[in-house]
């Protein structure tokens, strides 16, 4: 049996673009289901954050999901868990958006906002929807019980990345699961892997952070006990570099046409080729065009700068807040765990 595994597809995400969610239905119709249906898969585990925004719903982002995603899906079997993006309340998955816009309408669309075991085959799954206040006792009782070797949810760990360079400092510590053979998760968008644990990634481009990350998604197999990742190669951000020497010519603009360009300026010297390659990108109706002067070479083999900005502002805002707050230790970690919440989420995780 072969299971489709998905998570973070975050629809309405960037203000409920058109250039996104086309850019993200793109990915489903050229990849996701042609891939399920040449490899005959029927079940799709979703873990979590199916919808982007936690307090309301765009309706034309709504009927968009609907045709587009959720109708193509009734010749499976799906299973999805709530993430942090699809609760309304945040200490409680009670009331959350899988379910009230999808929940009556679709029977083979199962949403879990409680902890729960799934077998296919003779192989046993726990999943565990997005851990907060309300339910954290229950999770951890749930996860120190089950007898799953696999365990999938949208775990925010100790230890691994928020992007690219960037661990996150708190969260649930990973030593718990450390008996599992295998633990996959949601939430963290950046494909990667240390000890048992798999955080899997978002399956397209979400940011300027994504440009070099490997996109797609994973099929498991129950029987070999492997794990396919099927890639999607479609980019929606790109970068140029240019200096004097590039063959403006040679350059094939129809691939940025709807896309987000930013062009890193190493040498300009002639004005003529570089004004050029700017109205060549219009002429193609690039989405966007950033210029930017003097920066870094930005390339596959080095890393954004923004990692490492990411990493200051967090330890800057948390020095302020104890230079301020050092006689009020209760204050002083309030406003670190807010301040914290309102960084991740301008990460869209």
């Known amino acids: 049996m ?32 042609p891939a399920c249906e040449e490899r005959g898969v029927k079940t799709v585990l979703h873990l979590g954050d199916l919808m982007d925004r936690r307090k309301f719903v765009n309706f034309n982002t709504l009927a968009q999901v609907r045709e ?29 958006s899988p379910k009230e816009l999808f929940g009556s309408r679709y029977p083979d669309f199962h949403i ?7 077998t296919f085959d003779n192989t046993k799954i726990a999943m565990v929807p997005w851990i907060n206040k309300g339910n954290e006792q229950e999770s951890i009782d749930f996860i120190n019980q089950t007898d799953a070797t696999i365990l999938a949810g949208h775990f ?27 633990v996959w998760s949601g939430h963290f968008h950046q494909k990667h892997e240390e000890n048992n644990v798999c955080y899997f990634g978002t399956a397209y481009q979400m940011t300027f952070a994504d440009l070099f990350e490997k996109k797609g998604f994973h099929i498991y197999d129950t029987e070999t006990d492997e794990i396919e990742f099927v890639p999607n190669h479609d980019k929606l951000f790109h ?3 240019y200096n004097d020497d590039i063959n403006v010519a040679m350059i094939d603009f129809r691939q940025y046409q709807g896309r987000y360009i930013k062009v890193f300026v190493h040498e300009k010297k002639d004005a003529k080729k570089f004004d050029r390659l700017i109205e060549k990108l219009y002429e193609n109706n690039a989405e966007s065009v950033t210029i930017l002067e003097n920066e ?13 900005l990411a990493t200051d502002t967090m330890t800057l805002i948390s020095s302020y807040i104890d230079d301020v707050f050092s006689e009020d230790p209760e204050e002083c970690k309030r406003l670190k765990e807010a301040f914290k919440e309102l960084f991740l989420e301008s990460f869209d995780l």
């Open 156 to 182: 925010e760990l100790e230890g691994y990345q928020v992007m690219r360079g960037v661990k996150h400092t708190d969260g649930m510590k990973p030593d718990m699961l450390q008996r599992f053979d295998k």
């Open 239 to 241: 970068a140029i570099p």
């Open 68 to 96: 587009r995603f959720m109708d193509r899906l009734q010749s499976m079997e799906v299973h999805c868990i709530v993430g942090n993006h699809d609760t309304y309340f945040k200490n409680t998955n009670e009331v959350n």
């Open 112 to 118: 879990y906002d409680t902890p729960v075991e799934l």
């Open 2 to 33: 072969k299971i489709a595994i998905l998570c973070d597809t975050h629809f309405g995400a960037r203000n409920d673009g058109q250039v996104f969610l086309d850019y993200y239905f793109k990915f489903f119709d050229d990849v996701f289901f």
């Open 296 to 308: 870094t070479p930005t390339s596959e083999n080095v890393e954004v700068d923004k990692d490492a």
